[in-house]
């Protein structure tokens, strides 16, 4: 088995043991855990024998190779690790204590860092799972910063003389000087906040290292995942991320005159479209509440005294409806609002949007909280912020409406 083979059978194995997991069918969970460490093996074998052919240096294992101590083979047989070291066993040379101090850990029971591979997959998760976070802009913060600050161009119109903030170009005659000009900047300010989840883990659960692994990996990840796209949704900023629904940048389009409640129309789609700021319109992207579809579905362009449908095939709904308007993706998720109400169909480009972590998660764990059910506590923390890089929407250069990369409809 060449190497790529063996890391694809390797990956392969891990998502099979996590959906046996998952389905508690722990026999088959167990069945995928021996041949993760079996590939794990290989693929050690593979790369040593392929860096000693290359002459580099020798990798140590990490992947499943029982022989290294330095990793554990998943996030299940770490947590375990971590039961016996509270339950009075031998601590796992292996686990790394989290820093103490300020809030760092557990003042009763301590902590001890997610090693890092398992962290990132956690955190990779989040990032994959959802349909908004994987099209922020993702910024990573060092292990020492709290906060960064990142300048930005303050442009509020693309006026002459006001764009990049006051850059001006001039044509000049014989001998003519420009006149002096210069980009105006301003301060993009993200400070980390917390998202934690707590986990209180029960005997019968402690006593399989693939569950534990099934079960942290998929719902911590879903979870933080789901309020982590909520607040870049609908954030308040304070406590945790600015969402876009109230940030000063978000353009919101009027109902049409006599429109009836909980309705979209044509024009309210067309508008929209107009209003999104033209070079995000490749990255743009239709957010929607489910109760928003029967609508679009009746969606109609007047032509004369017809109507020609806006979102469903020529074959009507015998064929596989359309899923873009426009040329964009239609993508239902929970976080819009009921149909009828701002944020129940939302433009978004969020490329425009920023996302700042420290790439990697805390893992705590605690006998205490629950000692009377005789149950272990974990906990996992992520720190992370996001703001609009748009403090404001833009006026263009020609034309009266402002544009922006976010878009919503006004109350109907």
Known sequence: MRLWEARAAHAAAIANMEQAAQSGNVPAALKFEEEIITLGQQIDALQRAQAHAAGQAVPLGGTGDPSNPGAF??????????VRHYGGGATDPRLVRAPSGMGETDPSGGGFLVQTDFAMTVLQRIYDMGEI???TGRLQMSTAANAIKIPGIDEQSRATGSRWGGVRAYWLGEGDAPTASAPKFRWIELDLKKLGVLWYVTDELLADASILTGIANT???????????DSIVRGTGSGQPAGILTAPATITVPAETGQATKTVVYQNLLKMWSRMWARSRINAVWFINQDVEPQLYAVNQVIGTAGVPVYLPPGGISEKPYSTLFGRPVIPVEYCETCGTPGDIILADFSQYLVADKGAM???ASIHVRFIYDEMTFRLMYRVDGQSAWHTALTPYRGTNTQSPYIILAQR
């Not at 083979?73 to 971590?82: H, I, M, R, T």
């Open 219 to 229: 719902a911590f990840a879903q979870e933080m995942g789901f309020v982590l796209e």
């Open 73 to 82: 083979k998943n996030l299940g047989e770490q947590l375990l690790a971590v």
């Open 133 to 135: 976070a994987q099209r």
């Open 362 to 364: 805390q893992q705590m």
